[in-house]
């Protein structure tokens, strides 16, 4: 019955991609990964793009393989997009483009690790050009930090390229 109602309320599926949020937070990384993974089985390729966005943003940070998190964070950023059709936008579409700037930071940092430069200066220009979205707040102000660091680090390494950490990953 409780699941029932749990799948019914249409902050749910949110909900519990918070609380996974707060185990990775709280150090918990395998099994806020778990627990990912088992949502992303319930809503599946075709659940609601805020949700699949969102969990795709966060089930990135729990990865260990940074081929897998690019492949999380594209598949956060092909979400994003299909709420960005042109149409008018509703409250799901308002919620994803705060999202904007930190998924392109973040793949921005993931191209840097993995040794691909352009793209992820390409993925800078992106986060840079949605920064408008994010509010001057605690969580905006990280934002805009990361994507300065980044920025300075890739230009460090020069044309060229070469191996950068990155940013350490900013989230709402």
Known sequence: M????????????MTRIGQAVMLHHGGDR????DRLLRLWAEI??????????TLAHYMADTQDDPDTELA?????????????DGRPADRDELAVRAFYPSLHLNLAAD?????????ARSHLRLARGA??????????????T???????????TGPAGGETPGPPRQRP
Not at 44 to 53: F, I, S, V
Not at 131 to 144: I, M, S, W
Not at 146 to 155: I, W
């Open 72 to 84: 999380w964070d594209l598949r956060a950023l092909s979400a994003a997009d299909e709420l960005s």
């Open 44 to 53: 599946g390729e075709d659940g609601a793009p805020l949700h699949r966005c």
């Open 131 to 144: 920064l408008a979205t994010l509010a001057d707040d605690r969580h905006g102000d990280g934002v805009r």
């Open 2 to 13: 409780v699941e029932r109602q749990e799948r019914m309320a249409p902050d749910a599926v």
């Open 146 to 156: 990361a994507l300065a660091r980044l920025e300075a680090r890739l230009d460090e």
């Open 111 to 119: 191209y840097a690790r993995l040794g691909r430069p352009d793209a």
């Open 30 to 33: 395998e099994e806020a990964r």
